[in-house]
């Protein structure tokens, strides 16, 4: 058990890692404001509905998120009201 909890942490820290990269990138290229967690925010909504894919295709996805659907992401949810939830 303790050994499926490091890994899970492990993995979590992953994650975090590769949004914290995603946002410095962001950040390089001007979008100074953007941080890890709004990247994962815009990665796992699109997730809500069908839940999480395998690890491969998530990493894909924040690896490969673009700053045009980052910047589509946080407009709609600036309409919504829900970026700051």
Not at 66 to 81: D, E, L, V
């Amino acid at each position: 058990m303790a050994e499926e909890e490091f890994t899970e942490k492990h993995l979590n820290e992953a994650i975090e890692t590769l949004c914290q990269s995603k946002a410095e990138e962001f950040r390089l290229i001007g979008y100074e404001h953007v941080t890890g967690s709004d990247i994962w925010a815009c990665i796992n909504q699109k997730y809500e509905k069908n839940g999480f894919p395998p690890l491969h295709q998530l990493v894909n996805d924040i690896l490969s998120l673009k700053a045009t659907q980052f910047m589509n992401y946080m407009t709609i949810s600036a309409y919504r009201g829900s970026r700051f939830e």
